[in-house]
């Protein structure tokens, strides 16, 4: 009887793709990929997400794999045009590898870019780390595609390095475009469910990342704005945003965000709970009213004006934003 369980647990297994690790049933075994047959690996079109990932061991492709299984993400594997050989990867040998991570220059071809990232609002990067870098594959990517408005999110694997300065260099290529999360380095034993607990964590996909507010500690709930000064504001508030709020005319509280956001000032009359953008770069929340031109960010929906009143009306306050 036992056995006849095992027999029938195994069937189901061998069944049901659902319950086996994604990557198991697209594991390469080297280097030398079909790229006719990539890139696009998976394409589901409501997600936000998208995980790049070069590999030339499998490494940080079952890692991308993880990722992209546990938000639901699309997958995009950076495909060299030349593949690299077992030679070419005998690192401390002078190796193709060797001279590419030596020669800050270097820009090897890749067969293509990411169709359409402009979909995406995250894109998780995974690479190896070579000579205590990512691999300059990843320099040619980032230098076609542009990551602006993008959160992104660098991983990688290693035997033992850290990810060091790698990520801050990609960084780099790409100006002050996007906002780069800690680089995570995956130990090569990293389980699967631990790979997705990490990704979970960020809690950066569409249907999961709410923008909190909370007034000197109160949370507040907001119906916020569908716009790109929303977008930027969440952006910076994903990284913990605190903004010390003034008392003003009697009738708002008004504080420096720190840094300008996508403005498009239009003459309104506010009301008591509305969240407006101010000169750019000015959050005003209101506990009265004041006519003048603003960008619209939210509306605080279960306060009474009363309440927001003695929210705001007492003395200078400290906003906190945090997307959970
Ligand atoms: C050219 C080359 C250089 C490497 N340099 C380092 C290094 O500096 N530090 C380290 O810990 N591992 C290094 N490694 C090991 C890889 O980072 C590690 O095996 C990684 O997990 C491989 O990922 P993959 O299987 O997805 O290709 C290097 C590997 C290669 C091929």
Redesign the pocket.
Known sequence: MKKLCALLVSLALLMSPALLPAYALDAVTSATLDISSLPALRQNPDTNVLVIYF???????AAAFAVAEALAADVFEIVPETPYSAAD?A?YTG?R??RE?DDSASRPAIAAFPESPDRYDVIFLGY?????QAPRVLYTLLEGIDVSGKTVVPFC?????GAGSSAKNLQALTGAAGTWLDAKRLA?HSTTEEIQAWALSMKLTKEESVMKMSINGTAAAVEWEDNDAVRALAELAARGLTIRMSMYGGFEQVGAIGQRLPSADVQTVTASGDIVLYAGDQLVVFYGSNSWAYTWLGHITDKTPEEMRSLLGNGDVTITLTVE
Do not use: E, R
């Not at 590999?55 to 492709?61: A, G, R």
């Open positions: 590999s030339t061991d499998d490494t940080v492709k990867l690192y190796c590898a060797d991570q190896p780390i070579w000579h205590g694997t290693s035997a033992s390095s090569n």
